[in-house]
């Protein structure tokens, strides 16, 4: 199935923690290893390739040591075209939220809130009783006005405002924009299944580790196959001599 989805050209999409970049305990300290680079280089050369992330855009940007066409940070909201009006909107929810919530929070042991400008994520990996804190700021996040929609992902609560572009349809714009009738995308995070669950015969999508609840196709086993799967995709560009037609 691989090889068809590169045969046809399809556009290369990625999110960027847990999937081009290894999780860490610190996420300012992550970062895409020599080897994830040096494919994503080679494959710039071949096809088009995106970047969506629930990083803010600013963040994910500094980040990428290789190109990409469009780098969408903010869980699909920030750096698309044509979500501008959807950035007030966003800016201005998440300042209520943050101001609300900020008071409480900061005294919290092991808690981060990290204001990303058009959402927020509150990150507890570094907290003592992660199921207890996880269901305090679930009761929080529940009790804010204008409510916010709520993604999970590994020790984090994400509030990103409801309505606002998410990442699928982030990638269903950028295929019309590239002009790929197809694409592939490797997410391992809740918001990535606002992809998977598109269900779109176009797309190929894969999960980094197995869920059987996700709405994707197909699985990485890890994090570290990502490079497998890079190369795969490099090879075969270079056996049918597949070059950028952007």
């Keep these: ?12 999409s990625f999110d960027f923690d847990g999937t081009l970049a290894p999780i860490v305990p610190d996420p300012e300290d992550a970062k895409v290893s020599p080897k994830t680079d040096d494919y994503m280089r080679s494959l710039y050369e071949n ?10 855009r600013p963040d994910l940007l500094k980040r990428l040591p290789f190109k990409v066409d469009f780098a969408i940070g903010n869980h699909g909201l920030e750096g698309l075209p044509s979500s501008t009006g959807s950035l007030e ?24 809130i990290e204001n990303k400008s058009f959402s927020l994520a509150i ?41 606002a572009p998410h990442k699928g349809v982030a990638l269903l714009e950028l295929m019309l924009r590239t002009g790929k009738r197809s694409a592939i ?12 669950r598109l269900g779109e015969e176009s797309l190929l999508t894969i999960r980094v580790g197995e869920d059987q609840g996700s709405a994707a196709l197909y699985y990485l086993k890890n994090q570290a196959e990502i490079d497998r799967m890079l190369r795969h995709c490099l090879d075969t560009y270079k056996k049918i001599g597949r070059k950028r037609s952007l």
Excluded at 47 to 56: L, N, Y
Excluded at 129 to 138: A, G, H, P, S, V
Aim: aromatic content about 8%; proline content about 4%; overall charge positive.
């Design 1 to 12: 199935m691989l090889d068809a989805f590169c045969y046809a050209d399809a556009l290369l």
């Design 47 to 56: 096809t088009a390739i995106v970047v969506i992330s629930g990083r803010s």
């Design 89 to 112: 909107i966003a800016a201005d929810m998440t300042r209520q939220w943050y101001e609300k919530l900020k008071p409480s929070l900061a005294k919290t042991p092991g808690v981060v």
């Design 123 to 163: 990150h507890y990996r570094q907290a003592t009783d992660k199921r207890k804190i996880k269901l305090k700021l679930l009761e929080l996040a529940s009790s804010l006005i204008p409510a916010p929609r709520i993604l999970l992902g590994k020790y984090v609560v994400n509030l990103v405002a409801s309505g």
């Design 185 to 196: 995308y490797v997410g391992d995070d809740e918001n990535d299944e606002d992809v998977f």
